[in-house]
């Protein structure tokens, strides 16, 4: 069926997902595209593009917006629509440490995203090095030969391990929460009326 053009001509259809007071749809209209602080929930950099644009184009044009107006992002919060080789890496390049749900592709239904695993159990994470851009995991009885080993920083591996409790992957996990929290709260104060989009992540700045 086709959709019916509306008396703007510059804004398109697009999709937004759903939210605690509406369902997942179609719009017509513009999306809001924006990188807020997981503390303390206030925009830090934003820009508005018609509903189809995708998510992704803007990340690191919005983090290298932040990172001129003198915020330094170590952490970088987003959805699963941001879950792309090339998010992780160029996060990385600007130091700072991507954390973001993954799709399941063919990679990740596979296991390649776990840690290593041996005849002593599965490896610990025992930190990170961000400019080697690496994790080193450890064998956990130390009796393999080496003992640990280093994995370079990916989209399956990231430098802030998901689901560990060990080293800085607590405070990744704590400030994800927080920061789609408040892009969430924001959207709502920027667009009261409800009838675009809105996507963004959240960072924490120092």
């Known amino acids: 069926?086709?959709?019916?053009?509306?008396?703007?001509?510059?804004?398109?259809?697009?999709?937004?997902?759903?939210?605690s007071t509406r369902a997942a749809g179609s719009f017509y209209g513009y999306?809001?595209?924006?990188?807020?602080?997981?503390?303390?929930?206030?925009?830090?950099?934003w820009r508005v593009e018609t509903a189809k644009d995708s998510e992704s184009t803007f990340a690191?044009?919005?983090?290298?917006?932040?990172?001129?107006r003198g915020f330094r992002p170590e952490v970088a919060i987003m959805d699963m629509g941001y879950d792309h080789e090339a998010i992780y890496?160029?996060?990385?390049?600007?130091?700072?440490?991507?954390i973001i749900p993954l799709r399941q592709t063919p990679a990740v239904k596979a296991g390649k995203h776990l840690p290593p695993v041996c005849e002593h159990g599965e490896w610990t994470?025992?930190?990170?090095?961000t400019k080697r851009r690496a994790a080193k995991w450890r064998c956990p009885s130390g009796e393999c030969s080496p003992a640990s080993r280093w994995i370079g920083a990916s989209r399956l591996h990231t430098l802030i391990p998901r689901g560990?409790?060990?080293?800085?992957?607590?405070?990744?996990?704590?400030?994800?929460?927080?920061?789609?929290t408040a892009d969430s709260r924001t959207s709502g104060r920027c667009c009261p009326c409800g009838s675009g989009g809105s996507s963004g992540f959240g960072c924490t700045p120092t």
């Open 89 to 98: 890496a160029d996060c990385e390049q600007r130091d700072c440490h991507p």
């Open 125 to 129: 994470f025992a930190g990170a090095e």
């Open 164 to 180: 560990r409790p060990a080293g800085r992957s607590s405070t990744g996990c704590a400030a994800r929460s927080s920061g789609r």
């Open 60 to 68: 690191m044009p919005l983090l290298d917006t932040v990172k001129a």
């Open 1 to 19: 069926m086709q959709q019916r053009p509306y008396s703007d001509p510059d804004a398109t259809w697009g999709h937004r997902s759903a939210v």
């Open 31 to 45: 999306k809001l595209h924006q990188v807020v602080c997981a503390i303390t929930g206030l925009p830090l950099a």
